[in-house]
């Protein structure tokens, strides 16, 4: 192996390494790198937007979400609800029956940033409120979209037609994520752009390698300066600076996603400049990249942001939006009003958010999460005999935001694993992984005082399928393993999957509201702590 081709695959991986198949097949299934994460997308996407309306009820958080996103359609911002109406507890009757006039006359204030807000608001628009599969379309859309997304992410991750196939299933039947497909609330967003910030970070990474592995690997190593080359403009991380924007703007959470991935792409560079050879690849990393990676990523992030709060700064009746003129500030008299009052916006905001510390019945501990040890009911009824269809003495009518177990609990086990591959096998992916998966997770191990609830970990459930994914890669072992071993492999990842869609379709009925007896509700709930 010559020098040059000794730099690209250092560069761009040994194919040897990869979780592929082996040539002599490789042409037969390649078109599985489209086609599979396609067809779990249309599987998927049917099985979301089946009577996504139903039921034609504001569940849990919908309340706000739903409300307040026809709210931005109507005002441009969040407005308080009647007042008449809410001491008589009857706005949610009277949104729900089409009635518009359920706002007050002043801007509400709220916690969230308005993204999400939007989203679901553009969504009811083409429908009106009268159809509750409106108020669902926009999670419903985002739900169905990120099956294909993980399954070209995996695709690229693990070079494998088949693996990202794999991925897009075990997403499509994920029941945390099948939840929040279904319901207007705002955590479907944050893993939506988290995602896909992640997917263009992973492209990038590969097309910052070529352009080394192209303007390096040929040349001898003191041809090349010192620092090494530029790598070009590198579009796809301003595309994730945009994305990962988005995702903050959805709920401040997805700012853990700006930093965990900034970091990463620099070490990636890091990592590149080395593996190229170049003489002064540390420095060059911080000189070259690290400042362009900052514009492209945090002041991209913090522009896209601002830009999402347009509806608010143009108009004047959102909360807070007169701060400024009510607080004038001879200091700082040269910033516009719309900024200040912006920033005692966000000051207020933050206060709020460290204030949320009531009890609830089903706030959790994130140690519990990832074992699923305390699932959030998003909506219970218990009809009768004759009612709502039930033909036994009682029944239950529930949504669960519980995750597949087979996927959680075999994504903890692979925690580990990736821990092992990155630690002492120095494997890119499993740290990559890792990262996203840390990212969405390990936060909120610093908020243990706030009320917390267990469904915010959708916004990492893609991580936890791939931490899957790569295991079973493993299993399957690379490209040069013996047939035996691969028919083993396929085996094993053949019966987690349909482990994963049977129990899927075992706990079905809890996550879209079936009538079902008690009895079988009960059969559902394995643990004291479901209940």
Known sequence: MNSATQVRARLLGDPADDFRVTRRTAGRIAWLGWAGPLFFMLVGGFMRFWHVGAPHQLVFDETYYVKQGWSMVLYWFEMKNDDVLQQANQVDQHFTANDPMVYGTEGDFVVHPPVGKWLIGWGEAPFGILNSFGWRFAVALAGTISIFMLGRIARRLFRSDLLGTVAAALLAFEGHHFVHSRTGLLDIFVMFFGLAAFGALLIDRDKAREVLARTVGDRARSATSWLGPWLGWRPWRWVAGIMLGLCAGVKWSGLYFLVFFGLLTVLWDLGARRAAGVRGWSVGAVVKDGPY????????????????????????????????????DTDHGWLPDWWRSLWAYHQQMYASTQAITSSHPYQTNPWSWLIQGRPTSFFYEGPKKGADGCLVEQCSKAITSLGTVSIWWGGTLAIFVLLFMWALRRDWRAGAILCALFAGYLPWFFLGDRTIYSFYEVAFVPYVVLACVYVLGLVIGGRDVSLTRRRVGYGVMGLFVLATMGLFAFFHPIYVADVIPLSEWQARMWFPSWV
Do not use: D, E
């Open 293 to 328: 990676a900052f514009v492209q990523l945090v002041l991209t992030a913090v522009v896209t942001y601002v830009a999402s709060w347009t509806g608010w700064i143009l108009t004047k009746g959102g909360s807070f939006r007169t701060w400024a003129q009510n607080n004038p």
